[in-house]
């Protein structure tokens, strides 16, 4: 495509929801679309926590992104990392895995490259504590709790057994959520009369969370039924606390009254919060747009920077109405960058309208048989959203092969508490062993 | 188990076919077993290069050894390395991934380490040529292949293009042969439109063998026959050749006229040789023992060592009448070493009869609709051949919950060409940036 006479050229960074919406929109359009990413798979992120807990395999809920793309001839997939924008010469510069510098010029470009996990300043956590963002972070922390029942097996006193049999998460947001119900039931359930020590439900999970509900964004009824749930559950709920250490053998945590405890864990997940990956602060240096305290780049109503019609950003890094980081804003968004690139070809004069977010309703999966699902004035918990969660993910991934594989996977671990992805490899050593992750 | 009065030890090193099967064996003695092993999964080896090539998960080829042995109450797993034996106090010395120390005393011994990939002396080749042993192996040969076409597609000019479309394959044994095949139907098939700039199918496979046969160990007839159907997927076979050197762009072999060739490839995966682990040094010292040139160790004819009635050794470390290191052999072994144990158990004062290989036959796959089996006089090639190979894996998937998933994957693979499990992290960078693996 890069040697022919050249179409009009629509430059992509990142291939998540966002991106691949984009991608989409362009199909029918005679323009040459190239999605640059980092990876090179499209990721299902909604599915994550449930290849971290060994439910899914990473094909499951993952999928080349050149395949998804395969019936697009006219998008070429890269596999660089965007590492800056020059905005006058309306070029992306990137860096092939091998450090290689690739130069991608462009007509138009649209910005999609998601947010990544912030530790508030405190980068030094992340190798006692992972995120939940990426393939690789999923591997990670499945790897280390099944890894964490097998040390509390083998350890050598009753005060080593308890650390590696408390799970800390921090974090009260869907992703903490659902991990925290995951291991509560990998603990009841699925290691049930594999161990001979140690007895797995014995296991402890707590979930810290800075305000004072876990699920706030799903309003007070739907918090307070999720709080019981996981209450019910064996989680134990420490709300209004703010995490200000972390180490390999636990965290420490402040809570309102300025009073700090100390807990011994030596399994932390990190789900606490997001910032724009480096990117987003070149692309504002590079076009005077203006980023939040997260590094979100605030777009005008049609997704644009001002001054830069040519450049539209989308999904969890756009920040437009205070609009939530969910996989429908991304889809949405990316679709309509997408359209107005296509009209904008197609040489539609008219003035788009601005983009608006129809919210179809969210839901988090709590445990087998429950979930909270919100949908515009419908709240739903329990048996029933666990339902309807289950109708909406099978639906969403559609387009993935894998939706059959995934759904008897499903079937399965709901039907025996099985998991069939528990296998981790070795690699990485003991969590103090680490090197920090985020270079 | 370890705090009770206690019966008679059973300490059983390794997880694989041999130390799975004699803690089988030991199902319904009043034994206490412990299992110990540096992995918490039991590997279905044979199947590991489907894992590399995309067709199979983790999960569908590696399942916890606790899982496996779940019903069997009197076995205990423990994730730890041994590192020594005292013969004399009759201890296995272990260490914990954290590196703590534990101690395991035993009665009766049963070592089933296996063997790892061999260099040959040149464990620096092992940084640019990984082997394929371990589950890590895999996911780290699945990261190098689907990444060399992604490299090809962005490189910067035609000659860092052809390197990374070149694949070097050290060694014509079946997972040479097995790898061969499964990376030309991933170029010609698998890929297939997926790419913009580069035609995948142009992808070159060089495989380097010492001996004048690829499966010399089936024969000659079957070596033609696979040797004839490697030819016409598009193999080149450098038969008669050694490997004197290995890099990041490629390899030198030597050929029996004492001709020295560079071949120039981005990719080189290794799968030449094998060499004990450090443990069974530990053991001949310990024992007093012989090791062969790879380091297996003699063997009297009931698998017992010399003067050490109650250490057995099985499996493909055990050199016994030059016995080939099979899952079969292994197997067969580590049921007849727990059998021993059991007979001791029960008081039976008949010497044992000694250890006996009933050869089932053996089989290798090289392409779809295309493998060689030996079994007896028999000698299947071709379609036939791969309908054996097919019923024989599935057969031997029994007692694996994922006999059913790998069943399906293989379905669809083979109706399709499609792979589900393409998906790799990014860890590990490109080759020349990872650091030696073999620590």
Redo the contacts between chains.
């Keep these: ?2 040697d022919h006479v050249t179409p009009r050229r629509v430059v992509i960074i990142g291939g998540g929801f966002a991106g691949l919406f984009a991608a989409r929109a362009l199909r029918r359009s005679p323009v040459a679309v190239t999605v640059v990413d ?4 499209h ?1 299902f992120q909604p599915l994550l926590y449930q290849c971290a807990s ?1 439910i899914l ?8 992104l ?2 998804v793309l ?1 019936r697009h001839p006219n998008v ?1 997939c ?3 990392e965007a590492t800056d924008v020059d905005a006058e010469a309306r070029l992306v510069h990137a860096r ?3 450090g ?1 510098a ?1 130069e991608l010029p462009y007509d138009d470009l649209i910005v999609a490259v998601g947010m990544r996990q912030s530790y508030f300043g405190h980068d030094e956590f992340a190798v006692h504590a992972p995120g939940m963002k ?3 972070d999923a ?1 990670d922390i499945r790897r280390r709790l ?2 964490a029942f ?2 509390a ?2 350890a ?1 006193d009753a005060e080593e057994r308890r650390q590696w049999l408390t799970f800390a998460l921090v974090g009260g947001g869907p992703t903490g959520v659902e991990l925290a119900g995951q291991i509560r039931e990998i603990a009841g359930h699925t290691l049930d ?5 140690i007895d797995s439900a014995q296991a402890r999970v707590l979930l810290f969370e800075g305000s004072d509900d876990v699920l706030g964004a799903f309003g007070p009824h739907l918090a307070r039924r999720a709080a019981r749930t996981l209450r019910s559950l064996g989680v134990e709920l420490h709300l209004g606390t703010l995490v200000t250490d972390v180490g390999a053998h636990g965290l420490t945590v402040r809570d309102r009254a300025g009073t700090t405890t100390r807990f011994a864990a030596r399994t932390v997940l990190w789900t606490a919060g997001v910032e724009a990956p480096p990117i987003a602060a070149a692309l504002a240096r590079a076009t005077g747009a203006t980023q939040d305290r997260a590094g979100r780049i605030a777009v005008q109503p049609d997704l644009t920077l001002p001054g830069h019609p040519e450049i539209r950003v989308t999904g969890d890094v756009m920040s437009l109405n205070r609009l939530p980081g969910l996989a429908e804003v991304a889809m949405q968004s990316g679709a309509y960058a997408g359209r107005a690139v296509r009209h904008a070809v197609e040489g539609r004069t008219k003035k788009p309208k601005p983009f608006t977010y129809r919210d179809l309703g969210s839901a988090a999966y709590i445990c087998r048989g429950r979930a909270v699902v919100k949908m515009g004035p419908l709240h739903l918990s329990g048996v029933l959203g666990w339902f309807v969660w289950l109708f909406i993910h099978i639906a969403f991934l559609t387009g993935f ?2 939706r059959l ?1 995934a759904v ?1 996977s499903w079937a399965v671990t709901f039907a025996t508490s ?1 998991r ?8 990485g ?2 969590p ?2 680490r090197p920090p992750r985020r270079t």
Tied chains: 1, 2.
């Design positions: 495509m890069r980092r990876r090179a798979h990721l060994g395999s990473e094909g499951q809920i993952a999928q080349p050149r395949k395969r070429d890269l596999l660089a092939r895995p091998d290689g690739l990426t393939l690789n591997l099944y890894r097998e040390m097996e083998t050598a009369r594999e161990f001979r020590t092969r894998s594989g008897l099985a069939r992805e528990r296998a981790f490899t070795s690699s050593g003991v103090r062993d």
